[in-house]
């Protein structure tokens, strides 16, 4: 009895030990984990794992800002999408990012729910939902991705955004100087930023009332 209760003991250290050398790949941030997921979904699929472009990212978490954490806005009928023309009006020099770099928009998640999920099960519960995002996500036409993360003031509601590109990695979504420009609240990937914790996310830790329930929105296109 004891003899099989340390063997469990064991085997449950030997994995949170292998788990936790996986995590060490990617930042300490949402965003990144999300990239990851995404990527070992493609090459589980026998699809190119893409170039995460930090660009392409910060320009995720503009189109998040777009919707100032207007869930209705999302999916449903009241559903809005931000104009193509904000990519290089608004969104690009927001993020430093050269309009001349900007290439062309091959997919695009957007989803949004009340309660905080981590980024594996904003992928596989929230993201992922049916055979047409199933379709966007396995192109062969990406060759570049960049998602974002981010909560509301307040909290809640959360946005996940994923957009994907077939530009030429290192040489679209570039910025004027240095990496793109980071703004709080909210994560995005690929530009080796630590975002985690507090202030990062949302701007206020808050308990989403339980009364409200929870909700999500999704909209998916190419
Ligand atoms: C990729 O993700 C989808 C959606 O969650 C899942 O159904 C599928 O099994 C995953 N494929 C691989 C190879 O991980
Ligand atoms: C890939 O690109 C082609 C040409 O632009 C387009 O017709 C097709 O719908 C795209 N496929 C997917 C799965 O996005």
């Known amino acids: ?11 449950i250290f030997f994995i949170s030990a292998s788990a936790s050398n996986v995590q060490t790949k990617v930042t300490d941030n949402p965003a990144d984990e999300l990239v990851a997921v995404l990527n070992s979904n493609r090459t589980g699929n026998k699809l190119s794992s893409l ?7 910060c320009l995720a978490l503009q189109y998040i ?16 999408k931000p104009a ?3 990519f290089a009006e608004t969104f690009a020099p927001n993020c430093d990012v050269k309009a001349s770099s900007l ?15 981590e980024p594996s099960e904003a992928f596989n519960d929230i993201l992922i939902r049916n055979s047409k995002s199933l379709d966007i996500l396995n192109s062969k036409n990406h060759t ?13 509601p959360y946005f996940w955004c994923v957009l994907f590109s077939n530009g030429k990695p290192k040489s679209s979504f570039v910025t004027e100087g240095g990496e793109p420009k980071v703004t709080r609240p909210g994560c995005f990937s690929g530009a080796n930023d630590q975002c985690n914790g507090a202030n990062t ?7 989403w009332p339980i009364a409200l329930g929870s ?3 999704l909209l998916y296109a190419l």
């Open 84 to 86: 193509e023309s904000e």
């Open 215 to 217: 909700f999500v929105a």
């Open 103 to 117: 290439a062309q928009i091959t997919g695009r998640f957007l989803a949004c729910q009340s309660k905080y999920a």
């Open 51 to 57: 170039y995460s472009n930090p660009g392409l990212a």
């Open 201 to 207: 996310l949302s701007r206020i830790i808050h308990l």
């Open 65 to 80: 800002k777009a919707y100032q954490g207007e869930c209705s806005a999302v999916g449903g009928p009241d559903a809005k």
């Open 1 to 11: 009895m004891a003899m099989a209760q340390w063997f469990l003991l064991l085997c």
């Open 144 to 156: 570049e991705v960049g998602t974002a993360v981010s909560g509301s003031d307040g909290g809640g």
